[in-house]
């Protein structure tokens, strides 16, 4: 019997794979350099890496056949091999700490500053800090790091004026108390507001220190001049007084002026606590947050503020359909799915795109399309194949093609009992869709003669998939 092939995978192959072409080839650098390594096995081990590395394609090779390719002809040693796969791991991690450090200019001339006042070299100091002072007006964002290394550098300056008695020279220990106090607001208010929106999800019982006193110090210092700060006092009173739309309102007209002076992944998460507070507004009722979310939406796509690793992800994909059809934008919606297909992770990309185009047709009335496009469909994710298997039972009902339909819902049903990996929750709101459009269809047929009869139990028992669509359909055989 042939054994299955099976690929070689470990943690360093793993982050490997998740470098990018360039980062590739400056860790190839990092390794040959002798500064950093000196084993020149560590280098011939990744030499074997590389080339399924840089195609993305599995290690189709056992332990011993990699080890043949770095020690040729000496007997296989476990313990070696695994030294040797841990040595180059280590550079690796070395590598990304470097480059990090590396990418981050006021960091590594803060460091910098520090080793030359250590050093004594007095001739260096002021050109470094004049370096140092460049880099940060140049810095392209305002959030709470950027306040803590002005803080970091008016301090470093302090000090070795302090050291070397330059009495003459003006501190100016006004501006490190400013900056020390603009990072440690910001930083508090920040995580005040996720600790607030926390407790809505996860049983958090915690006092955050000094709150009360910074929220009493905002109350009489508005802080205009210091965005990061006005952003998150904004947030924090849309979470602790949500019936003042103002509140709400400003945070908006603060993150459209302001969200460019901070990094992506900050600025998705102010943006992500506007977008809360519509849903919700919407989840009490108030469906005139849809257009405002709708709004928010296209701002964070028209920022880029929404996309991680230039990727849009296939829930914030779903969203941004499902809220675009409720306010009714279809043409718009049309041009966002085919315009975004494409920077969806590859895994989801094909789903994903024909689960939220079905979606637009069905809203559409177009229930042809939706019937070819997602019989053509073979969904990988549980998730997407519930809804598409409920999405063609409506339109199969809408279409009056009521013989294929109780096809298909006997044949869903099947699934919905032999697929383990369902969640009961999703198997019983599935399996009472599929009983109450069997009672609809039965009931257009004359076998079925007490329609108020199902509507009362949907009431009492709301645990169906697609209720609203139900619904819906009882009311238009009512009137009818």
């Known amino acids: 019997m042939n054994k299955k092939n099976t690929s070689f995978e470990n943690k360093l192959t793993h982050i490997l794979q998740a470098l990018n072409k360039v980062e590739i080839n400056q860790f190839q650098k990092y390794v040959a350099s002798p500064f950093f390594n000196e084993n020149e096995l560590v280098g011939r081990l990744l030499e074997f890496y590389l080339p399924y590395i840089k195609k993305d394609v599995p290690i189709m090779k056992g332990k011993e056949a990699i080890?043949?390719?770095?020690?040729?002809?000496?007997?296989?040693?476990?313990?070696?091999?695994?030294?040797?796969?841990?040595?180059?791991?280590?550079?690796?991690?070395?590598?990304?700490?470097?480059?990090?450090?590396?990418?981050?200019?006021?960091?590594?001339?803060?460091?910098?500053?520090?080793?030359?006042?250590?050093?004594?070299?007095?001739?260096?100091q002021k050109s470094s800090f004049k370096q140092a002072k460049q880099i940060q007006k140049k810095h392209p964002y305002r959030n709470g790091a950027f306040y803590q290394n002005e803080y970091l550098l008016e301090l470093e300056y302090a000090q070795i004026a302090n050291a070397q008695f330059q009495r003459n020279e003006q501190i100016n220990l006004g501006k490190i108390a400013d900056n020390l106090d603009y990072f440690y607001i910001s930083e508090k208010l920040k995580y005040y507001c996720e600790l607030i929106n926390s407790k809505g999800v996860f049983a958090i019982d915690y006092e955050m220190l000094f709150s009360n006193e910074i929220l009493k110090h905002l109350e009489k210092h508005s802080y205009q001049d210091i965005p990061v700060i006005g952003i998150y006092h904004k947030i924090f009173l849309s979470l602790t007084e949500p019936d003042k739309v103002e509140h709400y309102r400003e945070l908006c007209e603060l993150l459209n002026i302001h969200s460019n002076k901070f990094p992506l992944?900050?600025?998705?998460?102010?943006?992500?606590?506007?977008?809360?507070?519509?849903?919700?507004?919407?989840?009490?009722?108030?469906?005139?947050?849809?257009?405002?979310?709708?709004?928010?939406?296209?701002?964070?796509?028209?920022?880029?503020?929404?996309?991680?690793?230039?990727?849009?992800?296939p829930w914030d994909y779903k969203n941004i359909v499902t809220v675009g059809i409720r306010v009714k934008e279809f043409a718009w919606v049309e041009k966002f799915i085919n315009h975004y297909k494409n920077i969806l992770p590859k895994d989801f990309k094909e789903n994903a795109y024909a689960f939220n185009l079905s979606k637009l047709y069905f809203s559409k009335k177009e229930f042809g399309k939706v019937i070819r496009l997602l019989q053509s469909i073979e969904y990988q994710d549980i998730f997407y194949m519930l809804d598409s298997k409920a999405t063609l039972i409506k339109s199969f009902y809408e279409l009056k093609e009521f013989e294929t339909l109780r096809r298909l819902l006997d044949s869903f049903k099947i699934l919905l009992t032999r697929k383990k990996v369902i969640a009961e929750q999703y198997r019983v709101n599935y399996l009472n869709l599929i009983k109450h459009t069997h009672k609809l269809i039965?009931?257009?047929?004359?076998?079925?003669?007490?329609?108020?009869?199902?509507?009362?139990?949907?009431?009492?028992?709301?645990?169906?998939?697609?209720?609203?669509?139900?619904?819906?359909?009882?009311?238009?055989?009512?009137d009818e």
């Open 265 to 313: 992944e900050e600025a998705r998460m102010m943006y992500g606590f506007a977008q809360n507070y519509c849903i919700k507004k919407i989840n009490k009722g108030n469906a005139d947050y849809l257009i405002e979310l709708f709004d928010l939406y296209k701002a964070v796509l028209e920022k880029k503020v929404i996309f991680v690793n230039k990727t849009l992800s």
């Open 67 to 124: 080890w043949s390719f770095v020690f040729q002809n000496t007997a296989y040693n476990d313990i070696k091999f695994r030294r040797l796969n841990s040595d180059l791991l280590k550079l690796l991690e070395g590598y990304l700490s470097y480059k990090e450090f590396a990418e981050n200019e006021i960091v590594a001339q803060l460091n910098l500053i520090k080793t030359v006042h250590k050093r004594g070299l007095d001739k260096l």
């Open 442 to 478: 039965n009931f257009r047929f004359g076998k079925e003669k007490k329609l108020a009869q199902l509507q009362a139990e949907i009431k009492t028992d709301p645990n169906v998939a697609d209720l609203g669509w139900l619904k819906e359909k009882i009311e238009e055989l009512i």
